[in-house]
């Protein structure tokens, strides 16, 4: 904090001067995703770096809010330790809580009690953020509609719908329906989401990431096969670079 007063101050850094709370959002998002990149190849010097560059992005905000008088950096660990010692009430109270699950049905029940009182929202999805990405946005409404009573029974029920959505995407396709199309295939990606959400396990974003990854390897190895052989990925046919695909999916499975 020291570091960036004096880069604030009225002779400090030009470009640290200029920055406001909504400038440093668009930098925030970029901190945050080479932190989830370095962390997802278990990079442990990426990662110390990239969590730097976060908290310094988080830092510069709090400055700004004490340069405004809004509050300090005191304020925010004061909230936040205050937060985190309520809603573990089965280490710091009297509740218990012996499973993960357990545990944020706790959690829940708790933040519904910190908002008794207050106004009450228009809606339960009043609360999910509009600038997260539309993939993490989408289970975040499902999870809120949920909490209703507003879910799947089982699996097989929102495999159903997918299947449903494929047949609804097929016939707009046959329609030659382009917005329709359009339509359906959000339907479509909106149902897996559900499944991934209704499955509990990991979340649709670190799926999809997984997937982009195992795209990219493979999708690489081509590249470096083809580079080899002297062969242009433009002129070799979807012939060779679909052989080249299999063979990059067995190597991986040997």
């Not at 660990?77 to 993960?100: L, Q, V, Y």
């Not at 097989?156 to 719908?161: Q, S």
């Not at 339509?183 to 499955?199: H, K, M, T």
């Amino acid at each position: 904090m020291a570091v960036l007063r004096r880069l604030r101050a009225p002779d400090g850094c030009p470009w640290d001067r200029a920055q406001t709370r909504h400038t440093l959002t668009r930098h925030l998002a970029c901190e945050c995703a080479e932190l989830i990149d370095a962390v997802d190849r278990e990079d442990p010097p990426a990662i110390c770096d990239e969590a730097g560059d976060v908290l310094m992005n988080l830092f510069l905000q709090i400055l700004i809010a004490e340069e405004r008088g809004e509050f300090t950096l005191a304020d925010v660990w004061k909230n936040e330790i205050g937060k985190m010692i309520r809603r573990h009430a089965h280490i710091f109270g009297d509740e218990t809580a012996s499973t993960p699950e357990e545990v944020t049905a706790l959690w829940e029940k708790i933040k519904r009690r910190e908002r008794a009182g207050k106004p009450e929202p228009e809606s339960v999805l009043d609360g999910v953020p509009q600038y997260l990405s539309a993939l993490a946005r989408a289970e975040k409404l499902q999870k809120k509609a949920a909490e209703t009573g507003f879910d799947w029974t089982d699996e097989t029920g929102v495999l159903a719908k997918i299947r449903e959505e494929v047949e609804e995407l097929s016939r707009a396709m046959d329609s030659c329906d382009a917005d329709a199309v359009d339509e359906e295939l959000g339907d479509l990606l909106f149902s897996a989401v559900n499944l991934i959400r209704f499955r509990k396990r990991e979340d649709a974003e670190s799926l999809l990431r997984r997937a982009n990854r195992k795209f990219e390897r493979r999708f690489r190895f081509i590249e470096k096969n083809l580079k080899a052989a002297g062969e242009d990925p433009g002129t070799v046919g979807i012939d060779r670079l679909e052989a080249l695909w299999q063979a990059a999916k067995t190597g991986e499975k040997e």
